[in-house]
């Protein structure tokens, strides 16, 4: 096992204090997905610099924050590292609403959206923010747990700037990240597959009904076939058993509602192979 302490070693131990975000406000907005955002996010940096009435739930006297955020796919005792902040109170006071100032340190910044933590219990009301050095010694006793690569946990990019390796692809669907699932899971979509060894491409789409460019992606990402039944993929996987793994990229063209129908779908999928004329000089055969 190894402790929170001997991880996370801060220069001002004395004024540091950690918190553990679960929500904001509600069930309905989790610190995880604000935070997927981005560590400077306005949702995400209110939910750390809310000042309450209470002294002892407020970051006073605090120069420094260690801010995480409830990693809930995991279970509620898990908790991923969201940054380490330079904390200034703001004046005139401000009570029940934004009562710091926070700026984001470079500190650790390697393992943000990355590392997990797992504490010894859930947390209760009065433990979710800590003074780092009597966090260690507490009831919640946290160990790190796992630090992850940040295709599993980081940002999902957007539909229009995606562009992944096949390892990156194995590792998003062997460890099913949650935020990628979601994400790929709620549209159908014209999608792009090229061959970096030889420049030709393929266009694809997934037009089901269900979990849309998840479930396309997902036998690509198999290896025990990788071709997801298609012959050029065949073909080259007979050539090579790491011929795909080692040269094929994937990319998001166009994406459509779960509600759209096949055939216009379809029908999109063959204007894109018109516009590359992937049958006559890529890798689709039809």
């Known amino acids: 096992m190894i402790k929170f302490e001997d991880f996370f070693r801060v220069q001002d131990p004395e004024n540091t204090k950690v918190k553990f975000n679960m929500h904001a406000g509600d069930t309905n907005h989790p610190a995880w997905d604000y935070l997927l955002q981005g560590e400077e996010n306005p949702e995400w940096i209110g939910m750390n610099a809310h000042k309450k009435k209470q002294a002892n739930n407020n970051l006073n006297k605090a120069k420094y924050l260690l801010a995480f955020a409830q990693y809930y796919p995991y279970g509620p005792e898990y908790y991923i590292f969201g940054g380490m902040y330079e904390v200034e109170k703001i004046t005139p006071e401000v009570v029940d609403g934004k009562g710091y100032n926070l700026t984001?340190?470079?500190?650790?910044?390697?393992?943000?959206?990355?590392?997990?933590?797992?504490l010894s219990q859930p947390i209760g009301q009065d433990l979710y923010l800590r003074l780092y050095k009597n966090l260690q010694s507490s009831k919640l006793n946290p160990e790190i747990y796992e630090l992850a690569p940040s295709t599993k946990l980081g940002d999902f990019p957007g539909y229009n700037k995606i562009l992944l390796k096949h390892k990156d692809l194995q590792t998003i669907f062997n460890k099913e990240a949650p935020e990628w699932r979601t994400a790929l899971s709620n549209v159908k979509g014209v999608y792009c597959i090229t061959d970096t060894s030889t420049g030709q491409i393929y266009i694809g789409?997934?037009?089901?009904?269900?979990?849309?460019?998840?479930?396309?992606?997902?036998?690509?990402?198999?290896?025990?076939?990788?071709?997801?039944?298609?012959?050029?993929?065949?073909?080259?996987?007979?050539?090579?058993?790491?011929?795909?793994?080692?040269?094929?990229?994937?990319?998001?063209?166009?994406?459509?509602?779960?509600?759209?129908?096949?055939?216009?779908?379809i029908k999109r999928e063959g204007y894109w192979k018109r516009v590359f004329q992937t049958k006559e000089f890529g890798m689709n055969k039809n």
């Open 104 to 118: 984001l340190m470079s500190d650790f910044e390697e393992y943000r959206k990355r590392l997990i933590i797992k």
């Open 205 to 265: 789409s997934a037009s089901g009904n269900d979990e849309g460019i998840w479930q396309r992606w997902k036998s690509y990402a198999d290896v025990n076939d990788l071709t997801g039944g298609n012959k050029a993929f065949e073909e080259l996987k007979n050539s090579g058993a790491n011929y795909i793994i080692d040269n094929f990229t994937y990319s998001i063209l166009e994406i459509f509602d779960t509600k759209t129908k096949r055939d216009d779908i």
